[in-house]
């Protein structure tokens, strides 16, 4: 048998030396502008060892009244056959140096490494939460959790066989990496208008959950996101695991839904660049259309008469956005939805994003490609939606949307850069203009007034759709939807806001656009 | 030829060598469990003091007494091997029972009937030459008794030592090749069925062949001898630097103190001692080959065969040359009365050079002096 005597060292330094984990210190998470938004913090647990406590009643009333613990459980505590008790974690290092200095007996600490988010309940689906060893497990927490975490140091301690530390032998330090920061999209000032928003609407329209993205529609940089209910990120609620599921869901990018009108503004540009359609194109609202025998009808079922492509807009008109999509015809409408990324995930750094659907291009029917045209028989998440609408208002280019700027290591190297290239040319620049222009008459004299701040020239198109549930309608269920962009000259912000099942008014115009207003009222 | 000096001082430096190689390896455990660091470092120097009397006593030995109690001399050696089965009086250990505790001093029965079979075959033998069958029969009867006694200890490694010289002495006694062939072909199957017997000994030698096998079981013991000799080298960690000490080599100071040597001294420190063996041997060997009488041949190389086969079983276990199997290191483990067993039969040996010269007037005077003084 051949051995090695190289081999045989490590193996036997393996088993001379006892090492124990440094953990390392997890990597901070900050806003574009360097805004501290998760970070790491030594505290410190307290344990006691009821058989090492030798005056158990001093020891239970200096715990207890420094833990803010109750005096008569801590003793039964340290009057029971229990080896050890954790008394407390979390503990600040002052408190623990107050209690030691006390003449307590059998409590001794350790370290450990939490993570704190300065600013609580704050972007918080989408940050997501770690697990009590600092592992991240939900949102970018999770997503970006390798750059984050670091690499733990060790203590090599020389030791006997059964672990005893040897007295002469030297112990060897290896330090640990601390974790690479990320630095995210995200502007703290836009986060607070976004969460401040969402807040009031989910108050006012006592909605199941109001969610909102503020993306920078020409590089796909998220500047907010936000959805309420949420829950503070310094004391995620663990103890129902059914809910915090349900509230740490990032459901603008894992859910999709019907965008009903906001998706009209994907017909009108595929509708203006195709030629078929132009800005004099004029439409006939009886308050329904009649197609393939079926009648389909508007959402004004009185009609809306002879109305310019401008106003058709404008009031949101269904007819005419069935006229469109007829008008260009399924080849050119499912090239240019694709085109548009509608069924396609954007490729955001969150987990868990869905994909859109719609009905397969070879048995679409015109009835049904009429309904698409302004916004039913299509689903899709609220992220794909935003991106087709960026595309439509942007000069036609479709963005990557994503909230990780750059990864900067420990020692200071960017280690990652977010890709903020763009596709060019999904529409024409000047139909883009035009619809820009279309879009500014909503907020100004239609549907989306409510979105008006002095001095920002707005554009935006409101959506409001049944919810369908079991396959069927489901009766005074909706989702209202507000797209909004500013300025409209050249557009720096597009924010989307959802307002899941309102209670009351439900009109996006109504529900939706003042709280995208309100955003974009706290950015100019 | 100094050959009586070299088992003398050989016989020496390896003893001496043996208390600071014991104090090395046993000094933390010691500490550890009994108090006291140099726990076995005194009993070996107490050993190694009555160890200097019975070399002594050994070369003031006359062969002829030796004749004449041969059987008394065998009697004694099959007396303590047998009293061991008596409840009560075999100390055991690690599920052998090897010892005799007599209060001062552990003994270790088969360290004196090895020895003790010897003396007594020479000495047999050289009356009665084991040139016929019939002539064999008094020679085996009591050689192979000696080793089934030891082997029911059960001491398998010793009864390998006895066994070995047994053949060594009936071969230099003049058996003939018919026999001694038989006898080998004996040996061969007899000991396959040994190993097969004991459930233990056929787990040893699975972890021989892969000791990473049972890394915690079995394969323990060789690795962690794997690990001091692989740590040691060329050169060694340094005389009292060894890592395996600290309670992961067991029998670190006993059976497995060679590793510890190798350790702490590496290749060129366990050349140095292999080759103060090899003195001791060759001179042992030399002795015999210019004895006067066959007698004084047979006592010489039985004397010198068991010194050098169970030198290199130990060195052969430590190094994983052979399946493992407890065996001490003659003179430098840890073991006191093993240590007195064999300086005497060191100074049997050095006595059988017959080398007459000055060493035993000054021992003449110092007795004359002591007596002047009492």
Known sequence: ?524 | MHLRRNVILSTLALSLFGIVMIYSASSYSAELHTGDAFFYVKKQALGFIAGCVTMACGYFVKEEWLAKFKWAIYGVSMVLLLVLFIPGVGQSSYGATRWIDLGFITLQSSEIAKFGLVIFLACYLYEHPPTSLKALIVPLVTGLSTCIAVMLEPNMSITLVIGASLMVMLFIGGMKSKHITAAVIAVCIAIPLLIILEPYRVKRLVAFVDPWANPKGEGYQLIQSYYALGSGGLFGVGLFNSRQKYLYLPFAESDFIFSVIGEELGIIGCLVVIAVYLVLIWSGIKIALKAESNRTRMLAAGITAIIAIQTLLNIAVVSGAVPPTGVPLPYISSGGSSLMVFMFASGLLARLSGEKSGVKIPFKREFKLKAQKI
């Open chain 1, 1 to 524: 048998m051949v051995v090695s005597g190289e081999s045989l060292q490590v193996r036997a330094l393996e088993q001379w030396y006892r090492d124990v984990p440094l953990k390392a210190e997890r990597g901070e998470i900050l806003d574009a502008n360097g805004v501290l938004l998760a970070s790491s913090q030594t505290t410190y647990v307290i344990y006691a060892r009821p058989i090492s406590c030798t005056n158990k009643e001093l020891t239970a009333r200096v715990l207890s009244e420094k833990l803010s613990l109750n005096y008569e459980k801590l003793l039964a505590k340290l009057n029971s056959k229990t080896s050890e008790i954790t008394v407390k974690k979390g503990v600040d290092k002052s408190v623990v140096l107050d209690i030691l200095s006390l003449g307590v007996t059998g409590v001794f600490v350790s370290r450990s490494i939490e993570r704190v988010y300065p600013y609580g309940d704050f972007l918080t689906q989408v940050m997501g939460f770690t697990n009590v060893d600092c592992v991240g497990q939900t949102g970018l927490e999770s997503y970006y959790n390798s750059y984050l975490q670091g690499r733990d140091g060790y203590v090599c301690v020389a030791s006997d066989l059964v672990g005893r530390k040897l007295s002469d032998d030297a112990t060897y330090y290896v330090e640990g990496v601390k974790g690479a920061s990320v630095t995210l999209t995200i502007q703290k000032n836009i986060q607070d208008a976004l969460e401040n928003a969402v807040e009031s609407c989910a108050l006012n329209t006592k909605a199941k959950s109001v969610s909102a993205i503020v993306m920078d529609p020409t590089d796909g940089s998220i500047l907010a996101m936000g959805t309420t209910p949420s829950f503070d990120l310094n004391d995620v609620p663990r103890d129902d695991v059914a809910t915090l599921m349900k509230l740490s869901r990032v459901s603008l990018v894992s859910d999709v839904f019907e965008p009903g009108s906001t998706f009209k503004m994907v017909t009108a540009a595929l509708g203006l660049d195709s030629g078929k359609i132009t800005t004099g194109y004029r439409s006939y609202c009886g308050g329904a259309l009649v197609v393939d025998g079926q009648r389909i009808k508007c959402w004004r079922t009185i009609g809306h008469g002879s109305q310019s492509f401008s106003e058709g807009v404008a009031s949101s008109c269904n007819c005419l956005f069935m006229n469109i999509a007829l008008s260009v015809g399924v080849d050119y409408f499912y090239e240019g939805m694709a085109k548009f990324g509608v069924t396609q995930k954007t490729g955001i750094d969150i987990s868990g994003e869905a994909s859109g659907l719609t009905i397969p291009q070879e048995s679409v029917k015109n009835v049904d490609l009429a309904r698409i045209g302004f916004g039913q028989a299509v689903a899709m998440t609220p992220i794909e939606l935003l991106r087709a609408c960026s595309a439509v208002i942007n000069g036609g280019n479709l963005v990557t949307p994503h909230i990780c700027s750059h990864i900067t290591a420990s020692d200071g190297s960017v280690i990652y850069q977010a890709d903020s290239s763009v596709t060019r040319g999904i529409i024409k620049e000047s139909t883009s203009a035009t619809m820009r222009e279309v879009l500014e008459t909503v907020v100004l004299t239609g549907s989306g007034k409510g979105a008006q701040v002095e001095g920002v020239r707005i554009g935006g198109k409101t959506g409001t759709a049944q919810k369908y549930e079991n396959g069927a309608i489901a009766r005074g269920k909706y989702v209202s939807t507000f797209v909004g962009f500013a300025p409209v000259e050249s557009p720096k912000y597009i924010a989307l806001i959802v307002v899941d099942e309102p209670v009351g008014a439900y009109y996006g115009g109504l529900v939706a656009a003042p709280y995208v207003g309100q955003i974009f009222k706290s950015i100019f």
